[in-house]
């Protein structure tokens, strides 16, 4: 006698099926739900399918049948197609999450590792604008397969929160592991690696290596396997001061971290966030299409405009595209401003424009960070650049800097400085935010 045949369930989506019915779902709550996300009890109402059975779809190590998951795609007008799914010979069976009644999308989240590496990435709970600056990311990323990506600008333009706007958007996507670190107590390279490894080998790399370029090749042996987004914040801690974007004594290992990224094949992404370039960046970034680099301008007014309101500062715009155009929009300066006027000056920007002192407190000490951080010739030139008030070409500006130095040499200075954000070209010639003129002129004067 036969004994009946035992249902096989070997069926799981692949990543390009999860982003896939992640993408409608989050659609379908846009337009139908507020953009708020449904609950389990309404997707299962939805697709058909008990609760239990959505958890192991969404968690994409367990197991189930082809036709629940072409129920559930049907669900969101979608067509199960081959790349959506796969058979594994073997999936771990793991016992689903207990879910609350909040849409199951957590599961789908990036392994995050007990010792907590996204939780290291600041909270952004106020955003305004970098719509643009988003869009790029995502396309570079997402699109192009970015290998490298530096994000540039000024203290207080807001690289940091862009990054981490950012990679809260990610939680959800194809990478498996999103680690961010800050380089702002300067670990050593060794530390930085072998924390990486630790967290991408899900702590089973033992016994590593000591020396950063085996350590680094044991790195990319696992962004080559597993697509991973990485951030390394404020490199500009372990560059030397004085310019030029030398690395400071034993960090010399990030510059080849960096450079193996960029120039090596693997599934990977790291973002890198820093005031200024470290040395050769431009140089790698012109021989590979996969590195790409992001100079953070201010915000757009409109958006600017938003900070003003958010303090309850309700005046004319006018008034408020002064203070914009005067911080050349960067967010945090004009959140420093707002506050100021809001508790000073009973919320009235033309009673703190009659004081005639726009750089003060927390914003000088921001601009003098940056500032100190250059070498005397660069330091020379926005001197020179401030006293003038106009914009100066070339030309004008070598006859002006004592003692004199070669035109290769103010071209590469102009480029360093450009790249910082620390003055502005165009057409007219070079110049500088009207709040450094002020920063800069009290400096030299004091």
């Known amino acids: 006698m036969d004994l009946p045949r035992k249902r096989k369930r070997g069926t799981i989506l692949t990543f390009q099926g999860l982003n896939k019915l992640e993408k409608a779902i989050k659609i379908r709550e846009y337009s139908e739900n507020n953009n708020k996300r449904f609950t389990l009890d309404y997707l299962s109402s939805q697709t058909g399918l008990d609760s239990h059975t959505l958890c192991k779809i969404f968690n994409c190590n367990v197991r189930v049948d082809k036709k629940s998951l072409v129920k559930c795609f049907k669900a969101f007008n979608l067509v199960l197609e081959a790349d959506d799914y796969q058979s594994p010979l073997s999936v771990p069976l793991v016992k689903p999450e207990t879910h609350s009644t909040q849409f199951p999308i957590q599961p789908l989240q990036p392994e995050i590792q007990p010792d907590g590496d996204y939780n290291l990435a600041p909270k952004v709970s106020v955003f305004y604008g970098r719509t643009a600056e988003l869009a790029t990311l995502n396309q570079w990323i997402q699109v192009n397969r970015c290998q490298l990506i530096m994000v540039l600008g000024m203290g207080g333009m807001g690289k940091t929160s862009l990054i981490a706007k950012l990679m809260a958007d990610f939680t959800n996507s194809e990478f498996k592991y999103v680690i961010w670190r800050s380089l702002h107590h300067a670990p050593t390279i060794e530390e930085t690696l072998t924390d990486l490894i630790h967290i991408v080998s899900h702590q089973q790399a033992v016994d590593l290596p000591k020396f950063p370029n085996q350590l680094i090749s ?13 951030v390394l914040d404020n490199l500009e801690s372990i560059l030397q001061w004085g310019g030029g974007g030398y690395y400071r004594p034993g960090f010399e290992g990030y510059g080849q971290l960096i450079r193996t990224i960029g120039e090596s094949t ?71 401003v707002v506050t100021t006027i809001h508790f000073l000056f009973s919320g009235k920007i033309d009673l703190f424009l009659a004081q005639g002192i726009t750089v003060f407190g927390d914003i000088y000490d921001l601009l003098d960070q940056q500032f ?75």
């Open 372 to 446: 100190q951080r250059l070498s005397d010739l660069e330091k020379t030139v926005i001197y020179s650049l401030a006293i003038h008030r106009q914009p100066l070409f070339m030309p004008e500006l070598l006859n002006k800097i004592i003692p004199p130095v070669t035109s290769q040499k103010l071209l590469g200075t102009l480029e360093s400085l450009k790249l910082r954000s620390l003055i502005e070209c165009n057409s007219d010639g070079f110049t500088v935010q009207n709040n450094l003129r002020e920063y800069v002129t009290s400096q030299f004067e004091s």
């Open 266 to 336: 693997h599934k990977s992404c790291l973002i890198i966030i820093s005031r200024e370039p470290p040395i050769a960046f431009s140089v790698l970034e012109k021989k590979a299409n996969s590195v790409k680099l992001l100079i953070l301008k201010g915000l757009l007014p409109e958006d600017g405009l938003k900070i003003f309101q958010s303090e309850g500062i309700d005046e004319i715009q006018a008034e408020c595209q002064i203070l914009h155009n005067h911080y050349g929009g960067n967010p945090l300066i004009l959140k420093i």
């Open 218 to 230: 044991k790195l990319m042996q696992y962004l080559h396997q597993t697509r991973c987004l990485l």
